[in-house]
Nanobody, 129 residues
Framework: VQLVESGGGLVQTGGSLRLTCAAS????????IGWFRQAPGKEREVVSC????????YYEDAVKGRFTFSSNNTENTAYLQMTNLKPEDSGIYYC???????????????????????WGQGTQVTVSS
C-alpha cells in the first residue's frame, strides 16, 4: 500500500496549484482519503477529507470555497485543487488513507491524523506574499 503526492511548488498569493495523490495497493471503492497540511512548528491538520461510505466532503473552514477535493476511482488517484492561495496555506501537504471497512468522514475529522494508516511522503507548498 503506497501513496505518492506531487504537484507542490512556489506560487504567489492568489495563485493556484493542483496536488495529486496516486495510490497503489488498495482501491478507492472502500477507502477514506485525507489531505493534511503541516506548517513549520505546527501540528499536522486535516484540510480536506472524504470517506467512501459517507457523505459530504469535509473542508477546513479556512479553505472552503478555495480548495476542491476530487478523485478518479478508476485510476486510484485523488486531487486537491487549490485556488486563491494565501501565505497561510504554506506547508507540507500530505495525502493519507485508511482502507477496508472505513467509517463515515466524521470519524476522521474527529480523530485527525491518528485515524489514517497510510501516508505519502509529502509535497511542499509555498505561497509568497
Amino acid at each position: 500500500v503506497q501513496l505518492v503526492e506531487s504537484g507542490g511548488g512556489l506560487v504567489q498569493t492568489g495563485g493556484s496549484l493542483r496536488l495529486t495523490c496516486a495510490a497503489s495497493g488498495f482501491t478507492f471503492d472502500d477507502a477514506a482519503i485525507g489531505w493534511f497540511r503541516q506548517a513549520p512548528g505546527k501540528e499536522r491538520e486535516v484540510v480536506s477529507c472524504f470517506s467512501t461510505h459517507s457523505g459530504p466532503i469535509y473542508y477546513e473552514d479556512a479553505v472552503k470555497g478555495r480548495f476542491t477535493f476530487s478523485s478518479n476511482n478508476t485510476e486510484n488517484t485523488a486531487y486537491l485543487q487549490m485556488t486563491n492561495l494565501k501565505p497561510e496555506d504554506s506547508g507540507i501537504y500530505y495525502c493519507a488513507a485508511d482502507t477496508f471497512g472505513v467509517p463515515p468522514v466524521k470519524y476522521y475529522t474527529d480523530m485527525g491524523s491518528a485515524a489514517f494508516k497510510v501516508w505519502g511522503q509529502g509535497t511542499q507548498v509555498t505561497v509568497s506574499s
